[in-house]
């Protein structure tokens, strides 16, 4: 049975995932401390904090949120955690310009207006109108990851870049693990698909650059898959980015 929305889920000794219905984020957590990879939207800030206690840690534990890109699906809550606790988040040093707004790289609401004939779009739609995805807050404090960042952070995780989706995103290896955001999902609720697959391309800044990067990917040895919306997938990472091709 796939679990329930909001579940937190252990994916491996230090990574733990929440999977909702909107987006996922991933917690790094070892004794000393807790990191985020991603951060849900605006309004999800009481299911984000649950996490955090579900492992033992308070908003000021966190040490650091590492972003794959700055949609705000995926920034959301960073914004509040930035301001209110001095957290520091990180980004691709592509990205760092578009988590400080200064300009926004989302899909655009023409775009979207084009599909909100399907049932599954119009749901989708007012449910993040709901969470704030209107917000156009960014992030002013926002600092490049660095592989000397990563090794003081728990699972020491490394970036793999993968721009299309946004033109700094990246993706993140951590105890085995690819967190992969929006560079390779295995759902979303605009598609009727489950398994890998890219986004639709409104949502995509580069199809191309999308295509590249899962190349990228596929090029690693890892078996597990967190992404940034879907169920966590397991299976040779080469085959899974394969699937997502097709
Ligand atoms: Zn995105």
Redesign the pocket.
Known sequence: MAPASGELIGVSDLVHVVRTDL?NWALIAEDDGVVLIDAGFPGQRGEVLASLRRLGFRASDVMAILL??A?I??LGTAIWFAAEHGTPVYCHADEIGHAKRDYLE?ASPAGLVQHLWQPRWLKWSVQILGQGALIREGIPSARVFTEDVGANLPGRPITIPTPG??GG?CSYLVDGVLVS??ALVTGHPTSARRGPQL?HSV?NHDDAGCLRSLDALAMLETEVLVP??GDVWRGPIRELTRQAQS
């Open positions: 987006v794959t890109h949609h699906d995926h989302q989706h946004t995103h955001g929006d986004l949502f940034g919306h």
